[in-house]
């Protein structure tokens, strides 16, 4: 147990620490947000939603939304792919995979289908 946590605070270490001038920033919008849609946009921030970077195959940071949706994430540069913590109805995340460019913090707005049709 001690080890996971300890590997787990490394992760978080590496991946947020405030020598890492690279990363994204963005908002996660949902949606559609009713069957039909009768006004525009039909899709809402995405508030409370914990994304997962992976690269190699290892969980490289994760990021929770805030109360409007945005989110903003230290990762070094390369390419990660994206997942939401928790799935759920509908396509999932898009994009799936993202490139973090070197010195600087790159914008990038994710889509979470939420399954209504």
Known sequence: ???ALAF????AGAATGSRLK???HGVVMRGPTEP??????????????VLQFW???RLAAQVKTGSAGRYTVRLRRGR??????RGGPGTGLTPRTVRVP???LANVDF??????Q
């Open 1 to 3: 147990m001690l080890a």
């Open 8 to 11: 787990a605070s490394a992760i």
């Open 22 to 24: 690279s990363g994204l």
């Open 36 to 49: 039909v849609c009768r006004t525009e946009p039909c899709e809402e921030p995405a508030v409370g939603v």
């Open 55 to 57: 690269q190699y195959g």
């Open 80 to 85: 990660y792919a994206v997942k939401p913590l």
């Open 102 to 104: 070197a010195g600087r």
């Open 111 to 116: 889509h979470l289908d939420t399954g209504i």
